[in-house]
T-cell receptor, first 112, second 113 residues
Framework: AQSVSQHNHHVILSEAASLELGCNYS??????LFWYVQYPGQHLQLLLK??????LVKGIKGFEAEFIKSKFSFNLRKPSVQWSDTAEYFC??????????FGTGTRLKVLA | SQTIHQWPATLVQPVGSPLSLECTVE??????LYWYRQAAGRGLQLLFY??????ISSEVPQNLSASRPQDRQFILSSKKLLLSDSGFYLC????FGGGNEQYFGPGTRLTVT
């Protein structure tokens, strides 16, 4: 069955620390991958997406993610987090149908 | 620009009462529309999606139903609410076709008492 796994449920970092959030997917064939973020009190919004091409994808606010097909992974990274990055982060996947599957989310808290 | 509206923002309903949550999208045509339920620590669960007026696909068997009476209107309903229907409901839209990014509404917090 298709699935998306996020293994870090809660992450606490100090400002300026580096961030890497794991995301693994289980899909056969072509897959589109997304990272969404939900800041406190705000809508879910897209951080970045991968459809094809360069496996290193850059998104908003200095975030990037790398698609590694051999590892079925799409980890999210940021070299230096800020207090304003405190949010919940969701990885999602879709195989070109309409059945998006989301991971369980990672709550990031950045300490000032 | 496109916007998505959901109402009400919060709702408290007794067990056995009916439910109607509404979602409308502005600034786009022929969107794909989605209803999700978000539970703490469990991510987003896709409940229904629609690729056109009157076309509804259900992803999980449940006490809820969805309808799309107009191109940019999506309604989530129940005839009789259960306690287990409590949760946070999100509406989203995406461009026509599969694999596009989704845009989410503000959500409705439903508490069934």
């Amino acid at each position: 069955a298709q699935s998306v796994s996020q293994h870090n449920h809660h992450v606490i970092l100090s400002e300026a620390a580096s961030l890497e959030l794991g995301c693994n997917y289980s899909y056969g064939g072509t897959v589109n991958l997304f990272w969404y973020v939900q800041y406190p009190g705000q809508h879910l919004q897209l951080l970045l997406k991968y459809f094809s091409g360069d496996p290193l994808v850059k998104g908003i606010k200095g975030f990037e993610a790398e698609f590694i097909k051999s590892k079925f992974s799409f980890n999210l990274r940021k070299p230096s987090v800020q207090w304003s990055d405190t949010a919940e982060y969701f990885c999602a996947a879709d195989s070109g149908t309409y059945k998006y599957i989301f991971g369980t989310g990672t709550r990031l808290k950045v300490l000032a | 620009s496109q916007t998505i509206h959901q109402w009400p923002a919060t709702l408290v309903q007794p067990v056995g009462s009916p439910l109607s949550l509404e979602c409308t999208v502005e600034g786009t045509s022929n969107p794909n529309l989605y209803w999700y339920r978000q539970a703490a620590g469990r991510g987003l669960q896709l409940l229904f999606y629609s690729v056109g007026i009157g076309q509804i696909s259900s992803e999980v068997p449940q006490n809820l139903s969805a309808s799309r009476p107009q191109d940019r209107q999506f309604i989530l309903s129940s005839k009789k609410l259960l306690l287990s229907d409590s949760g946070f409901y999100l509406c989203a839209w995406s461009g026509f076709g599969g694999g596009n990014e989704q845009y989410f509404g503000p959500g409705t917090r439903l508490t069934v008492t």
